[in-house]
């Protein structure tokens, strides 16, 4: 029989079959001795149970890997956030690369403007968007395919990470057992610089000062588990 | 000044998504590491990221793990660490016991058809399917019998990208902020 369970750690709310309740929570890993359990009605909208989920502890050590609820981004006004992936694709395959995304996983690529016509950067959208081709919907994201010459080489994928100020992320880069790998540089008009993390993780670091994330004008609305 | 973006007056929107499905969408980036306090000392005060454990459910990995599998917050979250507002992806972090993992996006693919029949259409097309756990530590056989949270499957696109793909279990509520899509 299905029904909903509801997780008394985290609040997360999951509809099971009862012989596929999983042994703990997928949300925070809570056992399941902590689920509350009730029928399911057809829709979650009609479960009965809700559960606050914790409050974020801003004291809280950030080195602790414990379930917690994340912290309050607002302060960093987008500093730090990962806009982007980045993937390659070789040189003089463009076509069968917009093939093998656009049709197996119905992706919408542009054509990054100013960009080599027959092996362009490809701006791709992977979900529903605004008409400025920015992701409408929380928790997935956008990218560039980027072409390469195939010398047997695979350049490695990346991601854009947003920073207010790059010269005060690689410093503190540096000081944190990163490197950086090319100094700053203008693309599409927007300034990067290339750096590695203390593992050795690639990042490109987008620089965008005045930048302002609507959630910081307008707030987080909801957490999910209303 | 509001959102910066990439393309502030492009010629026309993207195409709309109106399938009842996530299939395709770059949930996640999977990225790996080989030492906790100083990886975790980098995210933190690099890029100011918050991170707890991965659920066992998730990661296959016993909670207390000396390696622990993180979730990562680089921008606001729910409570079960999906994002919470548009624009910015999390991470799906996991130790690397040989050389670091391929950068490469968490990619969910269509939960209402067989996780055979989507690997097929994608190596059809040229993609492989990655069993070499010295390739991906996140590689392993097709098995499709189990609810889970992992990636299902690593797959290298016809250039050498990895993908992670996850077929999500039948517990998805559609109610979930991140199910929305286009009508």
Redesign the interface.
Known sequence: MKKVYTCYA???????EET?V????????APRSQFLEEPWLG???KRRIHVD?PKADPNRD??D??????????P?K????????V????KG?AG??R???E??????I?DVEGTDNENPVM?C???????????????????FLVP?EDNGE?P????V???KNIDE?VK??L????KLIREKFVF?G?TYAEIR??????YYLWE?P??????CIHG?A????Q | MQEKTTYPNPNRAPKKFTAKSLHGRTRLMVVSYKDTHRFLNFCINVFGWDMIETPEAASGIPAGDPHPGMLVATGPAQYDYEGVTPGHMNLFVHWAPGKLEKIGPFMEIDMDHPLEETIKKITDHGGKLILDKTKSALAKPLDDSKQSWQPHAVIEDPSGNYLYLWKCPSSRTWDELETEYDI
């Open positions: 985290c609040g997360f709310p999951m509809a099971f596929e999983p042994a703990s929570c997928p949300g925070c890993g829709s979650i909208d989920p950030p080195f890997l414990s379930f917690h609820p994340a912290k309050d981004f607002i960093q987008g500093d730090g956030r990962v806009r982007r992936w993937m390659y694709y070789k395959t069968e690369t093939s093998f995304y049709d197996l996983f119905g992706w919408d542009l701006y959208a992977t979900g529903p968007g605004t008409p400025d081709w920015e992701p409408r919907v929380c928790s997935f994201g956008y990218g390469f695979v490695e994928p990346s991601m990470v947003e920073v992320t503190k880069a000081e944190c057992g990163g599409l927007d993390d203390s593992e050795g993780n690639p965008l005045d930048n302002v994330p609507d959630y987080v909801n957490t999910g588990a």
